[in-house]
């Protein structure tokens, strides 16, 4: 009963590197979304894949990338961090023609 | 713009005592509102959903309620316990099954 699983839990980049934060999920939901969430503020999407072999830009997507690996896994890269991309980024998935929507527990990503 | 706000933005209770958390939000078109509650350093975990036409829901201490008409919704939370101490964030879904408004979250922490 893993559901989401995200790795790694915590990061410290520096400005101008590059790292992929990973998101696997065990329950065959097509649907698979990467959001990241600041202080005061509600968690905003980055990317979506509303299934295999699609992804679409959210609300915030400057400065990241994604991929979906396959049906379990949806990757989201930040090729130069910038410290604006200080945050948690979650990821989560769900099924189409329903409601549930499953989060990992989290990435905390700080960039100096 | 559609928008999802809740007050408080923090509050403290002792427990065993009872709170309700407001919701209002401006997101049309309306497709359901849910509850979530997000402990320290973890995910999200769905508490509620609540479509148009349902004005109130309960999950064991937990009752939420919706008033469609006002756009408002609250969640109560009966006879408190430490373990309710977390974010609570209301989501309202525009439209479709799974697109997302995030509230910033009410910061509960119950006092012994």
């Known amino acids: 009963n893993a559901g989401v699983t995200q790795t790694p839990k915590f990061q410290v980049l520096k400005t101008g590197q590059s790292m992929t934060l990973q998101c696997a999920q065990d329950m065959n939901h097509n649907s698979m979304y990467w959001y990241r969430q600041d202080p005061g503020m509600g968690l905003r999407l980055i990317y979506y894949s509303a299934s295999e072999g699609t992804t679409d830009k959210g609300e915030v997507p400057n400065g990241y990338n994604v991929s979906r690996l396959n049906k379990r896994e949806f990757s989201l890269r930040l090729e130069s961090a910038a410290p604006s991309q200080t945050s948690v980024y979650f990821c989560?998935?769900?099924?189409?023609?329903?409601?549930?929507?499953?989060f990992g527990s989290g990435t905390r990503l700080t960039v100096v | 713009k559609n928008q999802v706000e809740q007050s408080p933005q923090s509050l403290i209770i002792l427990e065993g005592k009872n709170c309700t958390l407001q919701?209002?939000?401006?997101?049309?078109?309306?497709?359901?509102l849910r509850w979530y509650k997000q402990d320290t350093g973890r995910g999200p975990v769905s508490l509620t959903i609540?479509?148009?036409?349902?004005n109130t829901k309960s999950n064991g201490r937990y009752t939420a309620t919706l008033d469609a008409d006002t756009k408002q919704s609250s969640l109560h939370i009966t006879a408190s316990q430490l373990s309710d101490s977390a974010s609570y964030i209301c989501?309202?879904?525009?439209?479709?099954?799974?697109?997302?408004?995030f509230g910033a979250g009410t910061r509960l922490a119950v006092h012994p």
């Open positions: 609540m479509t148009f036409s349902e």
């Open positions: 989501v309202v879904s525009e439209g479709g099954y799974n697109k997302l408004i």
């Open positions: 919701c209002n939000y401006t997101v049309s078109p309306f497709s359901n």
């Open positions: 989560a998935s769900s099924e189409r023609g329903t409601y549930g929507y499953t």
